[in-house]
């Protein structure tokens, strides 16, 4: 049991690489729009404070964000040419050594969106 959850927590840890790739490729010029449009999603659902399945779940929290996102940065890792993936990989790294992250203002958005839709149900059910 040790053994996977070692495992689930590496593969945990590259994610954030995999996800600040897709930030970048979403800023960059030479990403086709429908791929930027995905990627948008993608990221505000990783960058989302909001779970389907909260993370504090042993191994099935974990796991819901690693099937939903990997399976869609796959896809996308797909789509994005290849000159631009390493462009943008490069541009994670560096900044992921930096430990700086950018703003995600759509991710702000959507937490938003959640807050109010949590809220709006809260008050109808009392």
Not at 95 to 104: A, V
Not at 106 to 124: A, D, N
Request: with cysteine; glycine share 2%.
């Amino acid at each position: 049991m040790r053994n996977i959850l070692a495992k689930i927590k590496l593969a945990y840890v590259k994610l954030d690489r995999e996800v600040m790739t897709l930030w970048f490729s979403l800023k960059h010029p030479d990403t086709p729009w429908y791929v930027k449009l995905l990627a948008m999603f993608v990221v505000a659902y990783a960058l989302s404070p909001i779970d389907l399945i909260p993370d504090f779940i042993p191994v099935i929290g974990l796991l819901d964000d690693l099937i939903i996102i990997l399976g869609s940065i796959w896809l996308l890792f797909r789509l994005v040419p290849n000159k631009v993936l390493e462009e943008c990989r490069a541009l994670a790294d560096s900044y992921l050594q930096k430990k700086k992250k950018p703003i995600s203002y759509f991710g702000l958005i959507v937490s938003t969106v959640w807050i109010l839709i949590i809220y709006l149900i809260v008050k109808l059910l009392s």
